[in-house]
């Protein structure tokens, strides 16, 4: 039984790219980084992990693709009546540009999180097919805009994407909603980022001395 268990485990497919995946834990607060020079940092990061050979591609995000502990909030959407009772929230996670292809996580409808989603432009938001579905049943998620209940997160996010559902919290017997909060349009203490997911050509193992050189 225990051994069906693990393999039934190591083969459940997660909704994400686990191969030849590397994750490396890097803390830009503790290294002495304020929030005005997160996003310098990031573009600077990312340039010199995607430029090692074997590097097919790199991305920032604030936790891991699936982790035991979950940043979640409620969720205004503008223009969308509540029912009484109703509770509408969801779990969020900020990445930066790259993230899902990173991850392989298919895009079904809009577009992505990408490198025109600045500190200045529209505050851009990315949704998992649970959440669209859940909240917009009629499949035009993209183009809403909603608000977060959580005080740290200023503005007003567009969904600009939807992608194929993923396991992100560790232990979850069914599919969340999920929202992926571009990293760059943050602020404040939101905008550390956490893990660095590298998608390398062949076993990752051998890029771990090249990123650690490169950061």
């Known amino acids: 039984l225990f051994v069906r268990t693990l393999h039934n485990l190591r083969n459940r497919?997660?909704?994400?790219?686990?191969?030849?995946?590397?994750?490396?834990?890097?803390?830009?607060?503790?290294?002495?980084?304020k929030p005005g020079q997160l996003n310098a940092l990031y573009e600077r990061m990312l340039t010199r992990i995607d430029a090692l050979p074997g590097v097919l591609s790199a991305a920032v995000s604030g936790q891991l693709p699936i982790a035991r502990g979950n940043w979640g909030s409620p969720i205004t959407i503008i223009g969308r009546r509540t029912t009484p009772n109703e509770v509408v929230s969801t779990y969020l996670q900020r990445v930066s540009a790259g993230y899902f292809e990173t991850l392989g996580i298919p895009l079904l409808r809009g577009r992505t999180i990408n490198?025109?989603?600045?500190?200045?432009?529209?505050?851009?938001?990315?949704?998992?097919?649970?959440l669209a579905n859940l909240?917009?049943?009629?499949?035009?998620?993209?183009?809403?805009?909603?608000?977060?209940?959580?005080?740290?997160?200023?503005?007003?996010?567009q969904i600009v994407g939807v992608v194929r559902d993923s396991q992100f919290r560790a232990g979850a017997k069914e599919q969340e909603a999920m929202a992926y909060l571009a990293l760059t349009q943050l602020t404040e203490d939101d905008q550390y980022a956490y893990w660095l997911q590298i998608q390398t050509a062949g076993d990752p193992a051998h890029m771990m001395g090249e990123a650690r050189a490169a950061l």
């Open 13 to 33: 497919d997660l909704g994400f790219n686990q191969t030849n995946l590397l994750l490396v834990n890097i803390n830009p607060r503790f290294a002495g980084y």
């Open 135 to 157: 909240y917009f049943p009629h499949g035009d998620a993209v183009g809403h805009s909603f608000t977060v209940g959580d005080p740290s997160v200023k503005g007003t996010w």
């Open 115 to 130: 490198a025109g989603d600045t500190a200045t432009s529209l505050k851009a938001v990315v949704v998992n097919q649970t």
